[in-house]
């Protein structure tokens, strides 16, 4: 089994940077990538970005690109999400997935298809 545990969030103001840790625990070799996804009070799920384990390739929402970065040290089983120039829409629980599919290995999406999850940490960008 494979657990993932998210860390690093709290409450930052506008303009701020946090940044969000996701430990694996059981890492396998059929692990392709991991993704981190939010959820604002009253939306829907969204993905934020993502990064294959093995070659690093990343993708990211439109609504976060040029603000975040994810990155991952496989030696210590943890993807990082570095996120800069907070504003109060990127409040929400942040959570870290893990993608199976064989395909994940060359390139990751921030669609349907994750099967294990974190519980989630939460940010709040507040004045």
């Known amino acids: 089994q494979l657990q993932l545990v998210e860390s690093g969030g709290g409450l930052v103001q506008p303009g701020g940077s946090l940044r969000l840790s996701c430990v694996a625990s059981?890492?396998?070799?059929?692990?392709?990538?991991i993704g981190w996804f939010r959820q604002a009070a009253g939306k829907e799920r969204e993905g934020v970005s993502c990064?294959?384990?093995?070659?690093?390739?990343?993708n990211y929402a439109d609504s976060v690109k040029g603000r975040f970065t994810i990155s991952r040290d496989n030696a210590k089983n943890t993807v990082y999400l570095q996120m800069n120039s907070l504003k109060p829409e990127d409040t929400a629980v942040y959570y870290c997935a893990a993608d199976f599919r064989p395909f994940s290995r060359s390139y990751c999406t921030l669609l349907r298809g994750y099967g294990s999850w974190g519980q989630g940490t939460q940010v709040t960008v507040s004045s």
């Open positions: 990064i294959t384990s093995r070659g690093g390739s990343t």
């Open positions: 059981g890492f396998t070799t059929e692990l392709g990538a």
